[in-house]
């Protein structure tokens, strides 16, 4: 059953992708730095990279969504990233579309067991 396990391994990875979005734009009402995100998110259960985290941070700067600032004070400079105001409108939109999809896919699998 290698297969199976590598099917729902890959599939689930499809299912992850999408919440990359949601999940950064809830967690950057506070400004937060690539890796710092990345290790929140991780440790959140949210599995992503930084080859996945860092251009996704940049388009959704691009897009609008995202604002940045360079903080210099330390030795190491870092990026800031932070969610614009367009950005928690599109939050919050996503976050109702995430719970009617839990309550949809809820409803199916139940009438399908």
Do not use: H
Not at 52 to 70: A, C, I, M
Request: with cysteine; aromatic share 6%.
């Amino acid at each position: 059953m290698a297969d199976a396990e590598e099917l729902i391994l890959s599939q689930a990875q499809e299912l992850r992708r999408g919440t990359v979005v949601l999940a950064c734009l809830a967690l950057l009402d506070a400004p937060q730095y690539g890796y710092a995100l990345l290790v929140t998110l991780n440790d959140a259960g949210v599995t992503v990279d930084g080859n996945t985290l860092y251009p996704l941070l940049r388009r959704l700067e691009k897009q609008g969504l995202l604002t940045s600032d360079w903080n210099t004070d330390e030795s190491r400079p870092r990026k800031f990233y932070r969610v614009t105001p367009e950005g928690s409108r599109v939050r919050a939109g996503l976050v109702r579309e995430w719970e009617d999809l839990v309550v949809s896919i809820a409803r199916l699998t139940k009438e399908n067991r």
